[in-house]
Each structure stands twice: as C-alpha cells, then as structure tokens.
C-alpha cells in the first residue's frame, strides 16, 4: 500500500509540475510581451524599459520561469497588473467567498445524490426512477449558467420574489455574512453536480443489491435497512467516490460562469475581471489553483478508493 | 490519475458499455449504422432529433427572415411589444426578436469545429496510445493528464486572456481541452481489440501500423466513437455559449446568443425576452443533442444485449 500511495503522490507532483509549465507558457504566448499588454501600446519606452526591469522581463526564460515558480510555492504570486497590490490581496477575500460557496454546494449536493442514486436505485425502472433519470439528463445536458439564469428568472425576477437577483456584497462584508446572496448560486452548483453523482450511485448500487453477499444478508433476516445502508451502500460508494471528486473539482471550473451570472465576488469573477484587462499574474494564479485543486482532490479520492477497497489497502503488507 | 472515468460515466449510463463487444457485432460491417438505425425507433432519440432541427432552422434561417437588421435600432431601450418589434426592444433599443434570429449561426459552427478538432485528436491519441502499450502510452496518459487538471473553461480563458478574444482560438482551445478526454475512452475501448486475432493477423502479414490502427481498430471502437460524439457536441455548446456570454466570444455589435444574455442580464426585470429567448435555444439545443446521444448509447447497448 506504501508504495501505491508513494507513486501516485510522485505522479501527482509531475502532472502539477507539468501544469505550470502550461500556465507559464501562456505568458510566452503574450504578443509583444507582459510589460506592452500592462501599459498598452502608447506606453513611452522608458515606462516599458522600467515596467520590464520590475518583471524581470530581461532574464532568460528559464530564470523568468524558475522566479514565477518559486514566488507560487512560497505563496507570493507576484504583483497584479491592473491595481498594482499583490495578487494574494487582491484573491484572498475572493478565495474565502468561493469556498465557502463551494462548501455550501457540496454539504447539500453529496448527501443529496448519494440518497437520490440509492433511492432511484431501489425503485430501479419505477415512474420515479424514469422521471428522475429524465430530470437528470437534462440537468446534465444544461450549461450552469444557463441553470443560473433560469433561477434568476424563477426565483428573484419574474415569477417569485426570494432571493436577490445579484449577490453583490458591501465592501468588507463576507458571504457568510449574507446567507441569502448564497443560496442561488449554490443552487446552481447543486443542479449541475447532482445529476452526476447521484446516475453512478445508482448504477453502481443496482450492481451492489444483485450481487450474492446482498442476497445473502436478506436471506439471513436483516432488517432490509442493514442491508442497505451497511451491507450495499459501503460497497457501491466506491466508484461515488472518484466522481464526487471530478466534480468538486469542476466546481473551481464552474464557479466561473456561475459567479459571472450572480456578479458573486468570487475568485471566477476575479479571473473574468482579470482576462478582461489582461491581468497575467492573476490569471496565471487563479488557473494554477484551479489545477492543483484538480490534482489534490483527485490524490485524495485515489488514497480514498484504497482505504475503502480492501484488495488494495492490503496490498504489499 | 483516475481511470474509471469515461463516456458512459458522464451520460449516467455506468456499465453499459464496458466488456468485450459480442463477436456478431464485430462481424457486421459497419456496426455504427445499424446503431444508429436502432436509435431512431427510440422515443428520446426522435424528441431530440428534432428539438435540435428546430434550433438549428432557427440558427440557419432565421437571418433570412428576420424583419429588422441586428443593429437597427427600432425603439426606447428595453420597451415592450410592438408593432414593430413583437418581443420588444433589448438594452440599447434594437429589435430583440432580429437579434435573436440572426444570433445561433455562430454558437453553431463554433461548437461543430471544436467538437471535430477534439474528437480527431482524442481519437488519435488514444488509438496510438493503446496500440502501442509502451512508453508512448505512458507519455500520451500522463499529457493527457496535465489538460485534464484544468476545468475546461480555465484553460480557455488562460488562451483568451493571452491572445484576446478570436474566434479560431476558442475553436482550437475547446478542441484541445476535449482531446484528452475523448482519447482516454477511446483507449479503454481499444485496448481490449488491440489484443484480437485480427490485429495479431494484420501485423503478422506486415501491415503498416497506421493501417493498423485506422484500417482494423478504429472500426471496431465506433460505438463508443459515436456516443462521444454527440457528449463533446453537448459540452461544446455549453463552453462555447458560456464564453460569448462571459464577453469573450463575438465582439459587440454583432448578434450573438451568448453575448445577447450577456447584454441585457442586468435589464432581465423589465425586458426579460432578451435574455429568455437565447436562454431558451441554448438549454433547449444542449438537452436536444444530449437526448439524441442517450438514445444511440441506449440502442447500443440493445445490440450487445441482442446479440450476445
């Protein structure tokens, strides 16, 4: 098992090295270079001559690269172009406000699709199995912002009147502060995450409750509720597992759209405001936290898959 | 790093198609069509079908039929119904139903080039990296890898915000996030035909790899081909509308789904058509091309249930 976790641990930091040399390139990409897309084209070639020096836009690429990658490690993602504070000023209070929109989502959407999967799994091919798997599909099919709208339009504009239309917040002032600017947004989030989770829970629960050991737990006069909850439900949480984590880290991709919609001040908002004016420090932030969210939360659900599956935990012992 | 996901994990339809296809199915020469064929006596593939015919008439068409130019304007910003502009005039007082007939062309194309550039790719990839079940393999997964770390609309905007708004960079970038994504099912899939007789066959009697691959596998991984198809074509939809509508897709004036929600959002309360009617054609198209992709993986999985 060490070793299993040691090399997945190994690939893990290889793919987020390999990662920053994606996002890194995106500053090669730049026409002209960083200092001409801050300043714009009018700039006097002193300004662009000092502006280069304070980038280190005269190294080499490499050292450019080597300072970047340090100044990420070591948690000083350099200074954003378009107000001239540090990045991590300018994204902490906007990194608080995501997660705990994340958060939100995610205590809600888990157990919500985890029990929609059992429950439509136990009534597998019944009416509500049917139109459910229909609702799913179509949830699954529905761009988030197209969802978000479509709350905005049901819930705060046109036909009721709860919640406010825009989750703008007083300067200072955090989300948690505000419940009610939270709750569409997070809804959101929910609709387009659930549908996923909740169609390989139930598929991987209809396996579980035709397998032998299911059948043998009922012949032995379990209460049907042990048998579901401790006999299946353990066992076909399993493929859940990876799921849930893919779509936790689609949530760092689909707050982006989701925040825009709500004008929600959140780290997607951030990067649309940053792409917007060309602001690379920050744009090259929120991307590398987004990645190495990715690859953090997909490390966890492979350690999770070995602690919970006992050929491999035992493996190497 | 996770190898579970695949195509029919994203569409729910888990199981469905892993394990060998039955050999009948191989035997027949072009499985796909008869795929298709059993599709199309389902309900959901029919409703689909022609949901997406409807937008897609609306997106083609629509320009020639529309009363007013896009950027005519023909009232008071955000007024009602007239007789001049049955929905009403958008934000800045321009014929909302015009715009709304001139604005689907775009999303269209944009999607059907990115979902190709993407498909073709992934199915390279993951073609020659299950053939050749060496190193290459290794170095195509773990690239694989690296794209996948990014949400899809991430990597886009890290591009967009490089290089600036442009059409061709929105194609290639959607393309490229799909390629991963594609190949990796395309793997799983191939790796078990890579192990037939008939490969074994072909390379004994000397056959170029490249035909091979494309000559012998390829037409036996068509059904999972198919049913990614039609999943990239959804989710290309979706990221291409999302970014017009975050404004980084066509530039103002011009009509644009994406852009028109973009446009009028904040006026939702007092002209909400202008962002109810593109709303409507983008939901409508993904759920449309998502039900046509559920009816081929479900006649899919008739076959090999049929036959086995």
């Known amino acids: ?317 | 790093m996770t190898e579970t996901v695949d195509t029919a994990v994203d569409l729910g339809l888990e199981g469905a198609l892993e394990g060998p296809l039955p050999e009948a199915a191989v035997l027949q020469r072009r499985p796909w069509l008869g795929i298709l064929r059993n599709a199309l006596r389902l309900t959901r593939t029919r409703i689909g079908l022609a949901i997406v015919a409807v937008i897609v008439a609306i997106a083609v068409f629509g320009p020639l039929v529309a009363p007013h130019s896009p950027t005519e304007f023909v009232g008071i910003p955000n007024s009602g119904s007239s007789s001049k502009a049955i929905f009403g005039a958008d934000a800045l007082g321009r014929d909302v139903w015009s715009r709304f007939l001139h604005g689907g062309l775009t999303v269209l194309w944009l999607s059907v080039a990115a979902t190709a550039l993407g498909v073709v790719v992934g199915v390279c990839i993951g073609l020659v990296a299950a053939y050749s079940r060496n190193w290459l393999d290794d170095v195509l997964m773990r690239g694989n890898d690296v794209i996948l770390a990014f949400p899809q609309i991430v990597l886009v905007l890290l591009a967009v915000s490089a290089l600036g708004p442009k059409l061709w960079l929105i194609v290639l970038m959607v393309g490229i996030t799909h390629a991963p994504r594609v190949a990796r099912v395309m793997r799983g899939a191939a790796q078990e035909v890579v192990e037939r007789d008939f490969v074994k066959a072909a390379e004994a009697v000397g056959e170029k790899r490249g035909r091979i691959v494309f000559g012998e596998v390829l037409p036996n991984v068509t059904t999972p081909l198919l049913v990614e198809l039609g999943l990239r074509m959804t989710y290309s939809i979706g990221l291409v509308a999302a970014i017009s509508f975050l404004g980084f897709g066509l530039q103002p004036p011009t009509a644009d789904w994406g852009l028109m929600i973009n446009e009028n959002r904040l006026s939702i309360t007092v002209q909400p058509w202008a962002v109810l009617l593109p709303i409507l054609a983008i939901g409508l198209l993904t759920v449309g091309t998502n039900l046509v992709t559920d009816g081929i993986a479900r006649a899919a999985i008739g076959i090999d249930r049929g036959k086995s």
């Open chain 1, 1 to 317: 098992m060490k070793k299993l976790v040691a090399r997945r641990l190994a690939l893990g930091l290889l793919t987020l090295w390999l990662v920053s040399l994606v996002v890194f390139a995106a500053l090669l990409a730049l026409p002209g270079d960083a200092a001409t897309a801050i300043l714009g084209k009018e700039a006097t070639p002193d300004r662009l001559a000092a502006l280069r020096e304070q980038l280190h836009l005269n190294d080499s690429v490499i050292s450019q690269y080597l300072h970047w990658i340090g100044g990420v490690v070591t948690g000083s993602f350099g200074t954003s172009a378009a107000t001239q504070q540090p990045v991590s000023d300018v994204l902490s209070a906007r990194v608080a406000n995501s997660t705990f929109l994340v958060l939100v989502a995610s205590a809600v959407a888990i157990p919500l699709s985890i029990g929609l999967g059992v429950w439509t799994a136990m009534r597998r091919d019944r009416a509500v199995d049917h139109s459910v798997s229909t609702v799913t599909l179509v949830l699954a099919a529905l761009p988030e912002f197209v969802i978000g709208i479509g709350l905005v339009l049901v819930f705060a504009t046109s036909v009721f009147h709860w919640f406010p239309a825009v989750s703008i917040l007083p300067p200072g002032e955090k989300a948690w502060q505000e419940p009610k600017a939270v709750v569409l947004p997070a809804a959101t989030l929910i609709l387009a995450v659930t549908p996923y989770i909740s169609r390989i829970m139930r598929g991987s629960m209809i396996e579980v409750l035709e397998s032998e050991y299911v059948t043998m737990a009922r012949l032995k006069g379990l209460p049907e509720r042990t048998v579901i909850w401790r006999h299946a439900v353990p066992n076909a949480i399993v493929p859940a597992i990876q799921v849930t984590a893919l779509q936790l880290a689609w949530m760092a991709g689909g707050v982006v759209a989701v925040e825009f919609v709500f004008s929600y001040p959140g780290i997607g908002a951030a990067l649309i405001d940053a792409v917007d004016n060309r602001d690379m420090p920050v744009v090259m932030t929120v991307t590398m936290l987004a990645a190495g969210l990715y690859v953090v939360l997909n490390l966890l659900a492979d350690l999770g898959t070995i602690m919970v599956t006992p050929k491999l935990r035992t493996a190497g012992r």
